[in-house]
């Protein structure tokens, strides 16, 4: 390889690679000059700063050698003292470079060699840059591309300028692909990594779902009809909630297609996995019951802080709602993001009759009083002492067989029982060391106060330091299933909003805020509550208008 090479040549070289690797021709060049530059310093020396440039227009090569200007030189290939270095250049200062221009000269077989593994190295990482680069926008997108290779059950898949890779657990289950099979696939990760960058695919992501379904039903590509969420059981079932912001469109029916055509397109791509397309609706029970189709629902139960439901379907249908290997309630607890427990009609009956005997023999127990007394106080609804105790005498006396002698004796047992009680939590409570002063906050009772004390929350700063979710728990996603952390006062009818209520009223106390404080805060929650009004009707009318023009 020589310096004095076909300029014409060169430059014909650089622009064939770059046009190959679809990199900047000035990539090219500069690699090619870094390999001129690393071959002359195997000839002139490693320690000398050798530069080269290759003009791009005429593909003119300049060597020249940099030379540090220096009070007084210790080695003159690389420095040069600043009285000669003033007779070069009049200007030159200490800490300068001069440029000394080499001659033109050939290079040797080794040096050839290690100027292309420098250009091939350079062009290299150019070309994992512009794919890292055209990729990690690309984000969310189904991609197309041809299997390359299978390297133990990974599949290696050639996009044509890139390579990405499906892992085992991202195909569908069953699915064999060979060599040179058409795949596509949605890409959910792109890094950055030593070797290049990595293309991660999906065929079992959610959204591989929901972007194909984009793809075959023109109402949810021009925003008609939205996908609300999606659970699925790769390569066996799926559920996809759907909704329609135009009311003359029937969000199932365009999901499905005249004949089934396009619901048919999305389950033939992949692999006959069945989809089961569902109306989205505001009111859980509503969304739940239509979630657990095809089984027929007799009853629902919604306990909203612990989102948490319990289904009652008939006892034929339990089969049915459960599905083969719970797949069927699975899935609808994934779209709804609800844990549901189901159960027959036989099953709500005996938990209802153990509920009604608990409560009868609270009261059989607390009040002293027979077992007639105890199921009836039950039966007309009453399920605590303290209903008894500071309800209206007029309710109690109305029961039927109780007269007004007869209410005053069980509502004086019950504020009897209601005082011993106290006492009890009370000393509990100055066993534990709990601060009196957490009984001037709103809300708190003894027996949360002996709560507090167990879980080692004694003092009012104690308490202003928690949080809303480490008194009533709080509920998190993990693999698909709603998972409960209890709180220290979980076991009492406490609200978030109360508990935050609570938590404020102790950091007042304690000095940490100030009304003013909670007066600026107010105010800044009803600005953003007004700003996400106003985007919200303009979303409204923005999507109204949409519909009339697509109308």
Same mark, same amino acid.
């Given at each position: ?5 076909? @300029? ?13 690797? #679809? ?186 779902? /929901? ?18 969420? /999606? ?27 005249? @004949? ?51 289904? /009652? ?35 709500? #009956? ?79 409570? @100055? ?118 023009? #697509?109308?």
């Amino acid at each position: 390889m020589a310096v004095s090479a076909n @300029r014409l040549e060169l430059l014909q070289i650089a622009d064939a690679v770059a046009r190959e690797k #679809s990199i900047d021709r000035e990539i090219v060049l500069t690699a090619m000059a870094d390999a001129i530059q690393k071959a002359a310093k195997s000839r002139y020396g490693s320690e000398t700063n050798i530069r080269a440039d290759i003009n791009p227009k005429t593909g003119e090569i300049h060597l020249q050698r940099l030379l540090e200007v220096v009070e007084e030189a210790e080695d003159y290939s690389t420095q040069i003292p600043l009285t000669l270095a003033l007779d070069r250049n009049p200007e030159a200062k200490l800490g300068d470079f001069i440029a000394d221009p080499l001659p033109p000269m050939d290079f040797g077989r080794i040096a050839a060699q290690s100027a292309k593994q420098v250009i091939v190295q350079k062009v290299r990482e150019a070309e994992r840059d512009r794919q890292f680069d055209e990729y990690k926008d690309r984000i969310g997108e189904i991609v197309n591309g041809t299997v390359k290779r299978v390297e133990y059950g990974n599949v290696i898949v050639d996009l044509g300028r890139g390579e990405a890779i499906i892992r085992r657990d991202e195909m569908i289950p069953r699915e064999v692909p060979r060599y040179g099979d058409r795949i596509r696939a949605y890409v959910y990760d792109v890094r950055r990594e030593q070797r290049g960058p990595q293309i991660f695919l999906s065929r079992t992501h959610p959204q591989f779902m /929901v972007k194909l379904f984009t793809m075959e039903v023109p109402e949810i590509y021009d925003g008609i009809i939205t996908i609300k969420s /999606v659970a699925r059981d790769p390569g066996s079932r799926a559920k996809i909630a759907v909704i329609s912001s135009d009311s003359s469109i029937d969000p199932v029916g365009a999901c499905v297609g005249m @004949r089934g055509s396009r619901v048919q397109a999305v389950v033939g791509e992949l692999q006959g996995e069945k989809i089961d397309i569902i109306p989205w609706s505001e009111d859980p029970a509503s969304f739940i019951v239509n979630a657990l189709q095809p089984a027929e629902v007799a009853k629902v139960v919604l306990d909203e802080d612990a989102e948490r439901i319990d289904v /009652v379907v008939p006892d034929d249908q339990l089969s049915l709602a459960i599905g083969r290997r719970g797949q069927n309630v699975r899935l609808a607890s994934q779209l709804t993001g609800w844990d549901i427990d189901i159960m027959t009609e036989n099953e709500e #009956s005996e938990r209802r009759q153990k509920e009604f005997n608990e409560r009868s023999q609270l009261f059989m127990d607390a009040l002293d009083v027979d077992e007639m007394v105890g199921q009836v106080l039950a039966s007309e609804g009453f399920a605590a002492i303290e209903e008894l105790a500071y309800v209206e005498l007029e309710e109690i006396a109305a029961i039927e067989g109780f007269d007004e002698e007869t209410a005053e004796e069980i509502q004086m047992r019950a504020k009897e029982f209601l005082e011993r009680q106290e006492a009890e939590l009370d000393e509990k409570r @100055r066993a534990l060391g709990v601060s009196d002063d957490l009984r001037q906050i709103d809300g708190m009772t003894l027996a949360m106060m002996v709560a507090l004390g167990e879980d080692d929350i004694k003092t009012m700063e104690d308490f202003a330091g928690c949080a809303a979710d480490d008194l009533v728990g709080w509920t998190e996603r993990q693999n698909g299933q709603t998972k409960r952390f209890e709180g220290t006062l979980s076991g009492f009818d406490l609200s978030r909003v109360e508990a935050e209520n609570m938590v404020v009223q102790a950091r007042l106390a304690v000095g940490w805020i100030t009304e003013e404080d909670l007066v600026v805060a107010e105010e800044v929650s009803e600005d953003e509550e007004g700003v996400a009004e106003e985007e919200a009707g303009e979303e409204a009318v923005s999507s109204d208008d949409e519909g009339n023009t #697509s109308a």
